[in-house]
């Protein structure tokens, strides 16, 4: 299951070599048009795949628990929930953490697809790029009148980089609080499963490395999401990636510096961030506390030390500094949480 999503990568890179350089077209037999045709033929059938790969991070049906909040109503913000890659709001896990939580809280709870139908909300969290994903997100945000006084932002895996895209970039009406549950909030610096001190150590960083040759540009920005937020530390310098990384830009490192992102950034009034302590899908795993790689992608760099927060590139210093950013961390894998858990957040 795992090779279907780096053949998805790979197929990816050849059809960008390709391109570029001039020997390809749309209609060649590559993986990727392969995949394009078969998104249109046989759309169920590969979404179907996709969801029961190893790559997907579905999010779990939660336990119904007789507990209600003391908090009552009206005084808490809606919830608004974004799922994982490979999931949907239309699926039961989903549908039960959306119902429950409003319900607990005693407020409006919602669960917004970037597509209508389980299937195009599936396939959406692969093939369709991230920034349109937060455009799509926001237009849902705007239309939904029970929103219009603001949120609380919960993601799941992948669906942070929407709660944090629409922050930076809309965040009216503003988030009050993202909880980012295992979010690979900075981008990650590898496939899943491939922790450079793990027993395949040097062949992921080869991979990674032969993905970052070919990831960052602008076909290949506008088509996978998860090339987005690939963030190969020994390549943040180059040319490419400072032009067309989508997280770079996020991240202001790349040529075009944003100061409104900082601004939005902080008026958001608070960032719990969970980690999953034995995490094997977002690498390196600190990263969903805002840490990251260091350069030899084996040491790893905590938020204070990251350029991005030394430099307060995106406002999360001066979040910090006002004591906005909250940690907590979860004992298990991906999206191992319990129901306990997700109240206590």
């Known amino acids: 299951k795992y090779i279907i999503m780096i053949s998805i990568f790979l197929g990816s890179i050849l059809f960008s070599f390709a391109y570029s350089h001039g020997n390809g077209d749309e209609n060649t037999e ?6 394009v045709t078969r998104m249109k033929e046989d759309p169920k059938g590969l979404e179907e795949e996709l969801r029961n790969s190893e790559f997907a991070s579905i999010a779990p049906t939660l336990k119904k628990i007789n507990t209600v909040s003391t908090r009552k109503s009206g005084e808490t913000l809606p919830l608004v929930f974004l799922h994982g890659m490979g999931d949907s709001c239309f699926n039961r896990g989903m549908e039960s953490i959306t119902e429950q939580s409003g319900e607990y809280m005693n407020v409006y709870s919602v669960c917004i697809p970037t597509g209508d139908t389980k ?17 799509v997100f926001a237009e849902k945000v705007a239309a939904d009148s029970n929103l219009s006084n603001g949120f609380n932002c919960i993601g799941l895996s992948q669906g942070n980089n929407i709660c944090r895209g629409y922050i930076q970039r809309y965040n009216n009406p503003p988030v009050n609080t993202h909880l980012s549950i295992h979010g690979p909030l900075v981008g990650v ?13 040097t062949l992921c960083q080869d991979v990674s490395d032969l993905l970052s040759k070919f990831a960052y540009n602008e076909k290949m920005q506008d088509f996978l999401f998860q090339a987005d937020y690939f963030r190969d530390v020994n390549y943040i310098n180059s040319d490419e990636y400072k032009k067309y990384s989508q997280m770079g830009q996020w991240n202001n490192e790349g040529d075009n510096i944003d100061n409104t992102i900082k601004i939005n950034f902080n008026k958001t009034n608070k960032f719990a961030m969970i980690k999953a302590n034995a995490d094997s899908v977002v690498v390196p795993r600190e990263g969903e506390w805002w840490g ?9 760099l905590t938020m204070k030390e990251t350029n991005w927060y030394k430099d307060d ?33």
């Open 30 to 35: 590559c993986p990727v048009h392969k995949l």
């Open 119 to 135: 299937g195009e909300d599936t396939m959406n969290g692969f093939f369709m790029d991230m920034n349109s994903n937060v455009d």
């Open 189 to 201: 610096a590898a496939l899943p499963h491939c922790y450079a001190d793990g027993k395949h150590g």
């Open 292 to 300: 990251s790689y260091d350069t030899d992608f084996k040491t790893i």
């Open 313 to 345: 590139t995106f406002g999360l210093k001066t979040a910090d500094e006002a004591g906005k950013i909250f940690f907590n961390s979860t004992d298990g894998n991906h999206l191992d949480f319990t129901t306990e858990e997700l109240y206590g957040w």
